[in-house]
């Protein structure tokens, strides 16, 4: 078992959709969580950290569960310019990072 | 605007050759990551330094992968002898110091290594 999974997609939604992705890590000692996009062929980029309290960034929004082990991030009103490949990012302890394979969107006019 | 700069971009080499990969974190960052990625493995993290100390280098092909950071400016990922396995992207990424230095990462664009 991988230590951070998600679901691959694709998901293809269109303009103006809510899209929610999950993802779930194995090591219930993890410390913090990310969100990193990543658009084809560019490096990731930092989207938002994610807290046990929940937090909001304009149209994305993200949560932690961790009794049960996975973090969320919803994407409100989706653009054409959401259309990119989501990370989801955890640190283990100390600088060890570990991120999952991504979730691919494909927002459509 | 501050970026983290790596070079080459792209790289094309024969198996048996060695490789050598350059990362410029940027001024004032004092935490470097080096990931690979690939289609299959995804982001695979290889190695990290604080203040230029390697602190984990477990993700790394011992017998065939060296990272090393001469100086504050520069880390440098190295591969001798090369082998097709190895072709993927590479990033380097750097950290603020500070307890932030892990949980902010700044990417390069990356090094597009094939190996035929």
């Known amino acids: 078992r991988k230590e951070v999974e998600q679901d691959p997609g694709p998901f293809n939604v269109p303009e103006g959709a809510t899209v929610a992705f999950n993802c779930t890590y194995s090591n219930s000692a993890s410390q913090s969580f990310f969100w990193y996009r990543q658009d084809c062929r560019k490096e990731p980029k930092l989207l938002m950290s994610?807290?046990?309290s929940g937090n909001e960034d304009g149209r994305f929004t993200a949560q932690l569960n961790r009794a049960s082990q996975y973090i969320s991030l919803l994407i409100r009103d989706s653009k054409l310019s959401d259309s990119a490949t989501y990370l989801c990012?955890?640190?283990?302890?100390?600088?060890?990072?570990?991120f999952g394979a991504g979730t691919r969107l494909f927002v459509k006019a | 605007d501050a970026r983290v700069t790596q070079t080459p971009r792209h790289k094309v080499t024969e198996m048996g050759q060695e490789v050598t990969m350059r990362c410029q974190p940027i001024l004032g960052h004092n935490t470097v990551f080096w990931y690979r990625q690939t289609m299959m493995q995804g982001l695979e993290l290889l190695a990290y330094?604080?203040?230029?100390?390697?602190?984990?280098d477990s993700g790394m092909p011992k017998d065939r992968f060296s990272a090393e950071m001469p100086d504050a400016t520069l880390a440098t990922l190295k591969i001798q002898p090369s082998e097709p396995r190895d072709s993927a992207v590479y990033f380097c990424?750097?950290?603020?110091?500070?307890?932030?230095?892990?949980?902010?990462?700044?990417f390069g664009p990356g090094t597009r290594l094939t190996v035929l």
């Open positions: 330094f604080r203040n230029r100390a390697p602190l984990d």
């Open positions: 994610v807290y046990s």
């Open positions: 990424a750097s950290g603020p110091p500070g307890p932030l230095g892990a949980d902010t990462q700044y």
């Open positions: 990012v955890v640190n283990t302890g100390g600088f060890k990072t570990i």
